[in-house]
């Protein structure tokens, strides 16, 4: 078989760089912890970190609001640091994958200290500004996404700017080519650093409506979303010029040869998969949330994988998530049980997975005292606020879970006495275990990173079930989503190996015409 790119064979793993390790006893994670914690990685057995944001930054929502994308903030490291995070991870055959930021900078950058000085400002243009409506009130009816109006009146220069986010992050102007060379040239200072890719936040707002007209309101509000879903986002993103920005990014990328431009997308799949580009010149991987947003049940999920597949255009590299550091952890949404199941999805789909970052313990949604809150969102909107999936990551038993000397910036998870990476390490049916002999599977088989995929019809209401190819081997995948068992019908012709249950100690056993699978179970069997 002809070599494959690496991040169509590998898998990802998301650190949220805050929550990871910290080694200099201030609470909070840096990029040494990060190096010092490679081993792990190596050893779980991923093959690329990514990142989020270690920009130069105020932290008014944790590092996406970037005041310097050439730099590293004092809080997380040196630019020395990070080229020595790069320098190991890839002696390591570990690729690094940064979060680049584009579509709002801080309001602290001083490109908008410049725009804001006057409307004649050569920087001006850089962002978005308008006049007020008529009535003195904002521009036009664009919401932010943490809540309340977009726009914020600047009264030294009497119009307002635009921010999908937070205030403290105004949206620069893609449409203004002099933005655009300036981002580029910041894409190409971590290129020559080594990093192999990058996941770009929020790449289908950066550009918009260019008449600003209002956004439809939408049908399906309902009081317990937030408030940004009052309206249709048709006009404040995903216009159709932002394919070519994206075919610009690429390009730049195309120079310094293999490495991975992933878009984070949350939109409709055919919208989704339009981001692949005409003829492919766009995301490699705009992420599939799908996971995240649909029911977990065997129907919905078998539904979901064969409408993705379908709809991927020619050539078109599928990928899947469980959860980042915006969603509630899969854990937390399904229950321990059924995350084993979700791991097992995860990792024997076809497409490159990410992981999250404490997934691979079972995290689950850590409860978070008020006065402990730090999600600006949550303090707009209570409810939708990210910190409990934000947490420490758990590494031994010991004090602060290991992850620091002093009290993290977040708490640790209750459990985190027992449910840390020196507790479950050697534990066969732990779901650290679990997700580690997935990865070596992975690796193993051709059939699991870039083999055929095929769902398996007729399986019991509750089962799901599909089989993956590639030189010659097939191999069958079955989950139970259902909490009882279900004996499953196998083809009589064929002899089956049990390779891995979600259950520990069945490896080795053999089936014919029919296996059992317990509650929640999943197993992964080879045609032998
Ligand atoms: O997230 C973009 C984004 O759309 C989410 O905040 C989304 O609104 C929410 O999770 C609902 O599903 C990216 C980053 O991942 C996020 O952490 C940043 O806060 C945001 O962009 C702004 O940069
Ligand atoms: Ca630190």
New binding site residues.
């Given amino acids: 078989m002809a070599e494959t790119v690496w991040w169509k064979r590998g898998t990802v793993y998301q650190v949220y760089p805050r929550s990871f390790q910290d080694t200099n006893g201030d609470g909070v994670g840096d990029l040494a912890g990060i190096t010092q914690r490679l081993d792990y990685l190596a050893w779980l057995g991923v093959d690329a970190v990514w990142i989020s944001p270690v920009y130069p930054s105020p932290m008014a929502?944790y590092g996406?609001d970037v005041a310097d994308y050439c730099g590293i903030d004092p809080l997380f490291g040196t630019l020395a640091d990070f080229d020595a995070l790069v320098a190991e991870a890839h002696r390591r055959k570990l690729k690094v994958i940064l979060d680049f930021?584009p579509?709002?900078t801080s309001i602290a950058h001083p490109w908008f200290a410049e725009a804001r000085a006057s409307r004649e400002s050569p920087r001006r243009d850089w962002y978005i500004w308008r006049d007020p409506a008529p009535d003195g009130g904002p521009p036009n009816n664009w919401l932010s996404?943490f809540g309340g109006p977009a726009w914020t009146l600047d009264p030294a220069t009497g119009q307002y700017y635009y921010h999908a986010?937070l205030r403290e992050?105004p949206d620069l102007n893609w449409r203004n080519p002099a933005v655009r060379a300036a981002m580029y040239d910041a894409m190409r200072f971590w290129l020559e650093r080594g990093v192999d890719g990058f996941r770009v936040?929020?790449i289908w707002h950066l550009i918009k409506d260019d008449d600003f007209r209002n956004n439809p309101a939408n049908p399906d509000f309902a009081a317990h979303l937030p408030e940004i879903n009052r309206f249709t986002q048709v006009y404040s993103a995903d216009r159709p010029e932002v394919l070519d920005v994206i075919a610009e990014m690429r390009a730049v990328m195309r120079a310094y040869g293999e490495r991975v431009l992933i878009g984070?997308i949350?939109l409709p799949m055919e919208r989704l998969m339009a981001y692949y580009g005409p003829d492919l010149s766009g995301a490699d991987m705009p992420f599939n949330f799908q996971l995240i947003q649909t029911p977990w049940r065997a129907d919905a999920v078998a539904e979901l994988v064969e409408n993705y597949e379908a709809a991927l255009p020619e050539g078109g590299w599928p990928n899947w998530v469980l959860g980042?550091?915006?969603?509630p952890r899969i854990a937390a949404r399904i229950g321990e049980r059924q995350a084993r199941i979700a791991a097992m999805l995860l990792l024997t789909l076809r497409g490159t997975p990410t992981l999250y970052y404490g997934d691979e313990l079972g995290l689950g949604r850590v409860p978070i005292p008020p006065d402990r809150v730090r999600d600006p969102w949550e303090q707009n909107e209570p409810g939708h606020g990210r910190d409990p999936e934000r947490t420490p990551m758990q590494w031994d038993g010991g004090p602060q879970a290991g992850f620091s000397s002093v009290e993290p910036w977040l708490p640790l998870s209750p459990d985190a006495e027992t449910r840390n990476v020196e507790a479950l390490q050697d534990v066969p049916g732990s779901m650290l275990t679990l997700y580690r002999r997935l990865l070596a599977l992975r690796r193993e088989h051709a059939a699991l990173s870039t083999g055929s995929y095929r769902t398996v019809a007729t399986q019991p209401e509750e089962v799901f079930a599909y089989e993956r190819a590639a030189e010659g081997r097939v191999l069958r995948v079955v989950l139970n989503f259902g909490e009882g068992a279900h004996e499953i019908p196998l083809p009589e012709e064929t002899a089956w190996v049990v390779l891995l249950s979600s259950n520990a100690g069945r490896a080795g056993e053999r089936a014919t015409g029919r296996i059992v699978l317990a509650g929640a179970e999943g197993v992964i069997l080879l045609a032998v």
């Fill in positions: 929502d996406y930021v579509n709002h996404n986010f992050q936040d929020v984070e949350y980042n550091h915006d969603q």
